[in-house]
């Protein structure tokens, strides 16, 4: 049995990017519907492999509104790679303010994605651009 530990991955390993996650969708493609989403709320979501993807497999994201803002981020702690939570009722946030991994419960701002808090202070989830069309359709952004 390998021992637990709180080191994270080798950063060498570790997408810059949200384009480097496998599987990522091209620009283009729609994340979600605004009307969909509560003001306040952070949503998990996937989307499988597709044709247009780089790999295999599935590319999870979070989308958060607040207000008529909406922000993508990758769902990918930036300390150990995982998702913030397994399931939907386990994601932990303060509404407009921050995401919290349950993992090892690392504080993301909500603004930006910026750890504000944990073992990966200092750095970000992976933003994902957006655009939002006119009939609320999100996409992400060219
Ligand atoms: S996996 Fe450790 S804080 Fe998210």
Same mark, same amino acid.
């Given at each position: 049995?390998?021992?637990?530990?709180?080191?994270?991955?080798?950063?060498?390993?570790?997408? /810059? $990017?949200?384009?480097?996650?496998?599987?990522?969708?091209?620009?283009?493609?729609?994340?979600?519907?605004?009307?969909?989403?509560?003001?306040?709320?952070?949503?998990?979501?996937?989307?499988?492999?597709? &044709?247009?993807?780089?790999?295999?497999?599935?590319? %999870?994201?979070?989308?958060? /509104?607040?207000?008529?803002?909406? %922000?993508?981020?990758?769902? *990918?702690? &930036? $300390?150990?790679?995982?998702?913030?939570?397994? *399931?939907?009722?386990?994601?932990?946030?303060? @509404? $407009?303010? /921050?995401?919290?991994?349950?993992?090892?419960?690392?504080?993301? %701002?909500?603004?930006?994605?910026?750890?504000? &808090?944990?073992?990966?202070?200092?750095?970000?989830?992976?933003?994902? @651009?957006?655009?939002?069309?006119?009939?609320?359709?999100? *996409?992400?952004?060219?």
């Amino acid at each position: 049995m390998t021992p637990m530990t709180n080191q994270p991955p080798s950063p060498s390993a570790e997408p /810059r $990017h949200w384009n480097e996650v496998p599987c990522a969708p091209p620009p283009g493609a729609v994340l979600g519907h605004i009307g969909k989403l509560a003001d306040g709320s952070v949503t998990m979501a996937e989307i499988t492999e597709s &044709a247009e993807s780089k790999g295999s497999g599935v590319f %999870r994201y979070l989308l958060l /509104r607040s207000a008529s803002d909406v %922000r993508a981020y990758v769902n *990918r702690c &930036a $300390h150990f790679g995982v998702p913030l939570a397994a *399931r939907q009722d386990l994601l932990k946030f303060q @509404p $407009h303010v /921050r995401i919290t991994c349950n993992v090892h419960y690392a504080h993301y %701002r909500w603004s930006d994605g910026l750890c504000t &808090a944990g073992d990966c202070e200092g750095e970000s989830l992976l933003a994902i @651009p957006v655009a939002v069309d006119a009939d609320g359709t999100i *996409r992400i952004a060219p």
